[in-house]
């Protein structure tokens, strides 16, 4: 079991252009998280997907940010026309589904994204 | 609105015990989760509570009061490798999504 892998692990960007975010989920868990980390603001949820259907966005910034899952094995989180208060370590995590038992999530290593 | 509220620091000696606080005040309450996240590593979780009473894990134990909304995470026999941040996180009836403390940077001294 690989874990929950996150491409890439560092991603430099210029402001204003676009930065599409990884991630592959634990095979077998149907629900995949997406959370975004900086020292001021802590570990901020952005959006739940469940069964590959969106489930809660209620964290997204309405304006340039999106998330897909278009499969099982992924999910992609882009953000267009970056600005640098979008800096951040990117987490998405996995579980095994919504349900009361299934409360822990397991973490991917993140993706550090860096706007200059 | 979902508020999970941490110390950002703590200090403690190697082989004594530590004691990570966190309070809530949450739009309903499905549970609460710990995470141990060292520097530059993801979050790993630790405990799960979501009844009242101490949990007893072991090297990790963790207090849950709900009337009060409040948790701690105890460490005891600390040891150095133990420096890390502990995350709180809240799981609400909201589609079980978890809202995180800003988590509390334990350092263990020898």
């Known amino acids: 079991n690989a874990g929950v892998i996150q491409t890439p692990r560092h991603k430099v960007t210029g402001k204003g252009q676009e930065a599409t975010l990884w991630c592959e989920p634990i095979s077998g868990h149907s629900a995949v998280f997406w959370y975004r980390q900086t020292i001021v603001q802590g570990l901020e949820f952005l959006t739940y997907f469940r069964n590959q259907a969106p489930i809660d966005d209620s964290g997204m910034p309405k304006e340039r940010f999106s998330a897909q899952m278009p499969n099982q094995s992924h999910s992609t989180l882009k953000i267009q026309s970056t600005q640098p208060q979008d800096s951040a370590v990117y987490l998405c995590?996995?579980?095994?589904?919504?349900?009361?038992?299934?409360?822990?999530?397991?973490f991917g290593p993140g993706t550090r994204l860096t706007v200059l | 609105g979902q508020g999970v509220e941490q110390p950002d620091n703590l200090m403690s000696v190697e082989g004594t015990f530590a004691r990570v606080n966190c309070t809530y005040s949450?739009?309903?309450?499905?549970?609460l989760s710990w995470y141990q996240q060292r520097e530059g590593h993801a979050p790993v979780f630790l405990s799960y509570?979501?009844?009242?009473g101490l949990k007893d894990s072991g090297h990790f134990s963790t207090f849950l009061s709900r009337s009060n909304g409040y948790s701690y995470l105890l460490l005891t026999e600390l040891q150095i490798k133990d420096s890390a941040s502990y995350l709180c996180?809240?799981?609400?009836?909201?589609?079980?999504?978890?809202?995180f403390g800003s988590g509390t940077k334990l350092t263990v001294e020898p």
């Open positions: 995590a996995s579980s095994l589904g919504g349900g009361l038992g299934s409360y822990e999530q397991y």
């Open positions: 996180a809240v799981r609400t009836p909201n589609y079980n999504v978890l809202y």
């Open positions: 509570v979501v009844l009242d």
């Open positions: 949450t739009s309903g309450f499905n549970g």
